[in-house]
């Protein structure tokens, strides 16, 4: 080694990135798994809240998690869905994808809460 050259162990660094790279797709597993629960929850609090005249409407709530499991879509397939949700003129609204989704936030936002809370211990 002459005088010019310097020596650098980069073994530590190489360590941290995999420990890195292992915690995020931990943190993101979790994550997904959080998404997933919190909406089949709400997919059942909607069935269960929704008006019910021959079953139509309950039996079209179904749940879609996006690519990644990150993002999820929860509500009815049938087009009248949105007319019972908010009302029109002529019909007062009955609101059940609404009042699902508030059912099972605070134990979204616990969950999500707690996995930060992980992250960071």
Do not use: W
Request: hydrophobic share 40%; aromatic share 6%; glycine share 10%.
């Amino acid at each position: 080694m002459s005088g010019d050259d310097i020596e650098v162990d980069m073994s530590e660094v190489e360590a941290l990135a995999a420990d890195l790279s292992k915690a995020s797709f931990e943190v993101a597993k979790r994550a997904s798994q959080v998404v997933r629960k919190t909406a089949f929850d709400m997919e059942a609090q909607a069935k269960k809240l929704s008006p019910f005249d021959t079953g139509t409407l309950r039996n079209s709530i179904s749940t879609t998690i996006g690519l990644g499991g990150l993002t999820a879509e929860v509500g009815p397939t049938v087009n009248y869905g949105i007319y019972l949700e908010y009302g029109t003129r002529r019909m007062p609204a009955k609101p059940y994808m609404g009042h699902a989704a508030e059912t099972v936030t605070p134990a979204f936002i616990e969950a999500i809460e707690q996995l930060g809370g992980d992250m960071l211990t």
